[in-house]
Structure formats: structure tokens, C-alpha cells
């Protein structure tokens, strides 16, 4: 099952990436502000744990 942390961190900067390289809206700051949260959320996701 997917968490919220991992959609709100990992998903959704790339949806808006997205959204925002096909409409062009938000121009170069927020492509910047989305790669960083982009990266943070990766950077802030807990290691996988083995279930034995």
C-alpha cells in the first residue's frame, strides 16, 4: 500500500513538474521549487524494511 508521505513527497512534485513543463505555468522559480521538494522527499523517505 502506497503511504502519504511517499505521494505527498515523491508523486505530487512530479505531477506538477509535469503540469507545469506541458502548460508552462509557473516559469523557472517554481520548476526550482519543486525539483527541492522533489529531493527532500526522497531524501526523507525511510529505508525499506524487511519483513521475514
Known amino acids: ?6 505521494v505527498i513527497g ?3 512534485p512530479v505531477a506538477l513538474i509535469a503540469v507545469n513543463l ?3 505555468y509557473g ?3 517554481v520548476t ?3 525539483l527541492v521538494w522533489l529531493g527532500t522527499g526522497i531524501l526523507m523517505t525511510p529505508a525499506s524494511e524487511d519483513e521475514a
Open 1 to 6: 500500500m502506497v503511504r502519504l508521505g511517499f
Open 10 to 12: 515523491t508523486l505530487l
Open 22 to 24: 506541458v502548460t508552462g
Open 27 to 29: 516559469g523557472i522559480l
Open 32 to 34: 526550482i521549487g519543486l
